[in-house]
T-cell receptor, first 112, second 116 residues
């Protein structure tokens, strides 16, 4: 079975641009969460979605948004990119909101 | 708010020896989970071991075991018979078991080097 898949694996964007990151959960999993991992730090919670509804949001500005589709895949959108948005973005899927999460390999975003 | 602290930015261990990674946390909740994750250069977070707070018995997974001290809010990871493949970043994480947002709260990590 495929694990959590994220795309793209790497990308470089310019300040002020917009970016969309994608995540496909493990088959059968209905919850997706997003985390931001800045270099040298642990992952920080951004969003959790379950059954297409937002179930939680971390302390991130409104430039960050996400959604979950009927097939349970998810997108994370970041508008007006700042240099400080450069990070590894991790997606995690779980069967429900309170079961064990499995992480993908992340998308490395570099903002120049 | 819950916090997780890892005070050892980097640790080294000789191959086949034992090493202990430290983690402390702060919470006012009584029901929660604690985890140790391994993050190799491939970047994927891999679950090493988990502990339910209501269980007094320390969790064990092969060469990995924890020392869970609930009153002291301490959760250390012991790696026995260290192998070269154990070299990675290790993150301690907390997750509430009460209703609400089941987010993971991570520490800042400990880089483990294994010396041949």
């Amino acid at each position: 079975d495929a694990g959590v898949t994220q795309s793209p694996t790497h990308l470089i964007k310019t300040r002020g641009q917009h970016v969309t990151l994608r995540c496909s959960p493990i088959s059968g999993h209905k919850s997706v969460s997003w985390y931001q991992q800045v270099l040298g730090q642990g992952p920080q919670f951004i969003f959790q979605y379950y059954e297409k509804e937002e179930r939680g949001r971390g302390n991130f500005p409104d430039r960050f948004s996400a959604r979950q589709f009927p097939n349970y895949s998810s997108e994370l959108n970041v508008n007006a990119l700042l240099l400080g948005d450069s990070a590894l973005y991790l997606c995690a899927s779980s069967f429900t909101v309170n079961t064990e999460a499995f992480f993908g390999q992340g998308t490395r975003l570099t903002v120049v | 708010a819950q916090t997780v602290t890892q005070s050892q930015p980097e640790m080294s261990v000789q191959e086949a020896e034992t090493v202990t990674l430290s983690c402390t946390y702060d919470t006012s909740e009584s029901d929660y989970y604690l985890f140790w994750y391994k993050q190799p250069p491939s970047r994927q977070m891999i679950l090493v071991i988990r502990q339910e707070a209501y269980k007094q018995q320390n969790a064990t997974e092969n060469r990995f075991s924890v020392n869970f001290q609930k009153a002291a809010k301490s959760f250390s990871l012991k790696i026995s018979d260290s192998q070269l493949g154990d070299a990675a970043m290790y993150f301690c994480a907390y997750r509430s078991a009460q209703s609400g947002t089941y987010k993971y709260i991570f520490g800042t990590g400990t880089r483990l080097k294994v010396l041949a």
